[in-house]
């Protein structure tokens, strides 16, 4: 065992987790010596349980976790106590900090990708400083649930119209102004210029890499 390498992709089941773990699972690092396959919440865990209490700390266990920040929190905290050190790299669900929380310094180098921080966007500044005179901190998807109202309210008052067959073809056909800037939509219904970054915590606060 000693120098081996293990991938471990674990996933909870629900909305997104099955996807992201078909795509992950294409990803596995090609060095790695050993895949622990998809599973369901429960057998993943049992299985990274087992493995920290078979592992010694001369072993580098590479890992990402698919699912809310309350089982990727239980899961880091639980292999921190059995002497477990694995790099997590979880989705757009860590980007909170609930995470933190739960973790606490076992927490620590988590990686995860998101979206570029919309609170950092000029367009934002007013939005996010009267969410934070009001003790909110409009993290995660505040701000992009936020802007997704506001496209609508324009579609709609384009389309003069709420039935989702005129809401589309409106959205696909505009330009929205929104708190985090400019939105357009392809003929799938997909934000044209997406981005993704990777933010990594430390010091229980999370900031782009």
Do not use: C
């Not at 996933?11 to 998809?38: I, N």
């Not at 010694?56 to 050190?85: C, F, N, P």
């Not at 609930?98 to 076992?106: D, L, N, V």
């Amino acid at each position: 065992m000693k120098g081996q390498r293990l991938w471990a992709l674990v996933v909870v089941l629900g909305f997104a987790g099955p996807g992201l773990a078909a795509t992950a699972s294409k990803d596995r690092p090609e060095k790695t010596d050993k895949a622990v396959g998809a599973a369901e919440e429960r057998e993943a865990q049992r299985r990274l349980k087992d493995e920290s209490q078979r592992t010694t700390q001369s072993i580098t266990i590479g890992g990402r976790t698919l699912g809310y920040q309350t089982e990727a929190g239980l899961i880091v905290r639980q292999a921190r106590d059995q002497g477990l050190k694995a790099q997590l790299i979880g989705a757009d669900a860590l980007v909170t900090e609930e995470f933190w929380k739960i973790t606490g310094s076992a927490g620590e180098g988590t990686l995860m990708t998101f979206a570029p921080d919309p609170r950092h966007v000029p367009a934002a500044k007013a939005v996010v400083d009267k969410f934070t005179a009001e003790g909110y901190n409009p993290e995660g998807y505040t701000l992009y649930t936020y802007a997704a109202i506001q496209a609508f309210a324009e579609a709609a008052n384009k389309a003069k119209s709420l039935k989702v067959d005129d809401l589309s073809k409106t959205l696909k056909s505009m330009t929205a102004d929104t708190v985090i800037g400019p939105l357009s939509w392809d003929k799938n219904g997909d934000v044209t210029d997406p981005k993704y970054v990777f933010y990594v915590w430390k010091g229980g606060k999370y900031a782009e890499m």
